[in-house]
Each structure stands twice: as C-alpha cells, then as structure tokens.
T-cell receptor
Framework: KQEVTQIPAALSVPEGENLVLNCSFT??????LQWFRQDPGKGLTSLLL?????REQTSGRLNASLDKSSGRSTLYIAASQPGDSATYLC?????????????FGTGTRLKVLA | DAGVTQSPTHLIKTRGQQVTLRCSPK?????VSWYQQALGQGPQFIFQ???????QRGNFPDRFSGHQYPNYSSELNVNALLLGDSALYLC???????????????FGSGTRLTVV
C-alpha cells in the first residue's frame, strides 16, 4: 500500500531563507509526483509536476527533485517570501487496483516571517 | 480556459440530511476524482469517475455516492450526514487513465461542508 509522508509537519523561517521540504513514499512504482500549494480554506494549486522518468522540475524560485529508487522528493524554495506562507502537499500518482489515483501526504505548513 | 469549477463554495447542513456537491472539470479533461480533506489532514480519495462510471472507490461508506454526466461534470452525494463529514470536499479533473496517464490533476477550490 502506497503511503506518503512529509517532513517537517510545520516550518517557520525568516524572509529570504532558502528552504527544503521533504516528501517520501513507500512504493517506487509511481507515474508522477506533483507538488501543490494550499492556502487556508482554499483548494490546491499545482506547483510542479515531475514525471517518473524525470529527476527534477523548476519553476521560478521553486525546484523539485525526484529520486524514485529511494522513494524521495524534495521541494526547494529559494529566497523565501511572506507570500510563500501556505501548506505544501506532495502527491504521488500510482496505479492502484486498476485505477490511477493520487495519494497525498499530510503536508508541510510553512510560515515565512517578514 | 476555465479550470475546475465547484459549487457551492460553502454549505451548512444538519445531521441526517443529504447533500449534493457539483463539479465541472477543466476543458479537455474527462475524468473526475473526489477527495475529502479534514482540517489539518491531506486529501483522502473518495472515488473516481470516467465514462460515466465509478472506477474506483476509497475507504468511504456507501453513504457517499456519485454520478458523472455525458458532459463530464460530476456530483458527489452524501446521505445521512454525520458531524464527522464536515470537511473540505475537493474535485480534481484529469484525462482518462490509459491515454495520458502521466499528466497531473487540476483541482477546484473546494466546497466547505459543515454539519451541525
């Protein structure tokens, strides 16, 4: 059974710091991994999608890496800003009982202090 | 290009009542998945629809049911509401598995259901 874990559960950093969020999954047979951002009470906004054949994806100040063999992904945020404060969720898409679906971690709540 | 649209945005219901939540997928998507997100938790998979049929179900009781229409829009119905059903219900659209399985999900903004 695929399980996704995110560490740390919460993180508070001063503005300008570079930071790393971690995501681990138990079954390496995934099709892709997606990082999402969620503001309080809101839906999910896709940040980065990494295909199983890729090692990393970049968008602006965000960089996500994927190591399937070790079951790990990291989201790197450069020069953090107060506007980055949100919950960050990772999800792996895997074939489970004949259907593709995303399995989510519980998220990392990030607070960037001005 | 419209994204995923969910309605209503907020809803308050009484225990024992029934509720229907609606979702319109992103243009070009034909598959809808529903998730329940309790406060402080990650989204939990409820079920997925494509070709107007439920394709897989998560660990949710039969009180949770759904439907998909020919235009790919979908409904989530919950009967006999319990206090524990209070959550954010998220709809995600994608393309049908087996076509472009490696494409990601697009999520709607969710429906906040409060059961009192």
């Amino acid at each position: 059974k695929q399980e996704v874990t995110q560490i740390p559960a919460a993180l508070s950093v001063p503005e300008g710091e570079n930071l790393v969020l971690n995501c681990s999954f138990t079954d390496s047979a995934i099709y892709n991994l997606q990082w999402f951002r969620q503001d309080p009470g809101k839906g999910l906004t896709s940040l980065l999608l990494i295909q199983s054949s890729q090692r990393e994806q970049t968008s602006g100040r965000l960089n996500a890496s994927l190591d399937k063999s070790s079951g790990r992904s990291t989201l790197y945020i450069a020069a953090s800003q107060p506007g980055d404060s949100a919950t960050y969720l990772c999800a792996v898409r895997a074939l489970t009982s004949g259907t593709y679906k995303y399995i989510f971690g519980t998220g990392t709540r990030l607070k960037v202090l001005a | 290009d419209a994204g995923v649209t969910q309605s209503p945005t907020h809803l308050i219901k009484t225990r024992g009542q029934q509720v229907t939540l609606r979702c319109s997928p992103k243009s070009g998507h034909d598959t809808v998945s529903w998730y329940q997100q309790a406060l402080g938790q990650g989204p939990q998979f409820i079920f997925q629809y494509y070709e107007e049929e439920e394709r897989q179900r998560g660990n949710f009781p039969d009180r949770f049911s759904g439907h998909q229409y020919p235009n790919y829009s979908s409904e989530l119905n919950v009967n006999a509401l319990l206090l524990g059903d209070s959550a954010l219900y998220l709809c995600a659209s994608s393309v049908k598995p087996g076509t472009r399985a490696n494409y990601g999900y697009t999520f709607g903004s969710g429906t906040r259901l409060t059961v009192v």
